[in-house]
C-alpha cells in the first residue's frame, strides 16, 4: 500500500509561484509513474502533468504548459510540481497519483494511488 501527502497549496495572487511537494510512504514509489492533476468545483479531473520513474519523461496540459514544472526526487520518495505565472483559473484542488509502472499517462483511470489532495486559490 502506498499513501499520498500533498503539500504547498495556498493562496496565491495571480502571477505568483507555488511549489507542491507529494511525499510518499508505504511501498517505495522510486518504481512508480506519478502525476498531479486538479479538479475545480463543478468540473471534472483534469490531467495536469506526469512524469515517468526515470524522470526523463514528462507530460503536460496544454493550459499549464510552459508555467508549471514537473519533477521527482527517488531517493525521497517525493514528486514536486513548481507552478509559475499562475492564473485564476488553476484555482482548483491539486491531486497527487502514483501508477504501479515506470511509464506515465495522462489519463485518471491508469493511476492506482491517490493522495488527499491540496488546495491552491489564485486571486485576481
Known amino acids: 500500500q502506498v499513501q499520498l501527502v500533498e503539500s504547498g497549496g495556498g493562496l496565491v495572487q495571480a502571477g505568483g509561484s507555488l511549489r507542491l511537494s507529494c511525499a510518499a510512504s508505504?511501498?517505495?514509489?522510486?518504481?512508480?509513474?506519478m502525476a498531479w492533476f486538479r479538479q475545480a468545483p463543478g468540473l471534472e479531473r483534469e490531467f495536469v502533468s506526469a512524469?515517468?520513474?526515470?524522470?526523463?519523461?514528462?507530460y503536460y496540459g496544454d493550459s499549464v504548459k510552459g508555467r508549471f514544472t514537473i519533477s521527482r526526487d527517488n531517493a525521497k520518495n517525493t514528486v514536486y510540481l513548481q507552478m509559475n505565472s499562475l492564473k485564476p483559473e488553476d484555482t482548483a484542488v491539486y491531486y497527487c497519483?502514483?501508477?504501479?509502472?515506470?511509464?506515465?499517462?495522462?489519463?485518471?483511470?491508469?493511476?492506482?494511488?491517490w493522495g488527499q489532495g491540496t488546495q491552491v486559490t489564485v486571486s485576481s
Open positions: 508505504g511501498r517505495t514509489v522510486s518504481t512508480y509513474a
Open positions: 512524469i515517468s520513474l526515470s524522470g526523463g519523461t514528462t
Open positions: 497519483a502514483a501508477r504501479r509502472t515506470s511509464v506515465a499517462v495522462t489519463t485518471a483511470t491508469g493511476y492506482d494511488y
